[in-house]
């Protein structure tokens, strides 16, 4: 809907989208395999072994980082519904009203939120506006550090303690 003389006259391409819509369509598509696996392992009634809401942090976050964040999110919150103690046949409207209805669930939906969307900083994948950025810098010849030179010099020794000491004042 842009007239092409704005496109020009901002230097606006569709690289840095092409880019990050092909990195997304292959992170999907390997990630469904674990993403499923976690799902068949809360709806068969087997025990993940992350049980408290730090555990969901951290667990949920660190795949957050190196997937994205939205069907992350989505996994683990269908895995704890799953392991719930609802009535055959429960929609999962029902199992979330069952899980924001108990302290503890609630806490739990508030880890794996937390963990999804704050870890998600933590790469350039994590989530897409970070490597549009990136992207789009590296297309205006702005330097930017390598995917491990951003998690060594700011994921690492920035954000990891601001995601520790989010865990330990609302998690702990």
């Known amino acids: 809907f842009t007239p092409r003389r704005v496109h020009a006259e901002n230097q606006f391409n569709y690289a840095p989208i092409r880019e990050i819509a092909f990195l997304f369509f292959g992170i999907f598509i390997t990630m469904l395999p674990a993403m499923n ?8 009634g087997t025990a993940i072994p992350i049980r408290t809401p730090g555990q969901f942090y951290f667990a949920c976050g660190g795949l ?39 302290p503890a669930g609630n806490r739990i939906l508030v880890a794996i939120s937390m963990g999804a969307v704050l870890f998600g900083a933590a790469t350039y994948i994590g989530n897409g506006p970070n ?21 060594l010099k700011f994921t690492l020794p920035i954000l990891l303690p601001i995601l520790i000491l989010v865990w330990w004042i609302f998690l702990r």
């Open 64 to 102: 957050s980082s190196a997937l994205d964040n939205a069907p992350t999110y989505l996994t683990f919150l269908k895995t704890e519904l799953a392991s719930l103690d609802a009535p055959a046949g429960a929609t999962d409207r029902a199992r979330v009203a069952m899980l924001l209805a108990d």
């Open 131 to 151: 490597f549009m950025v990136k992207s789009i810098a590296e297309h205006a010849g702005v330097p930017v550090p390598s995917f491990f030179g951003y998690v």
């Open 37 to 44: 696996y976690l799902a068949h392992l809360g709806a068969s």
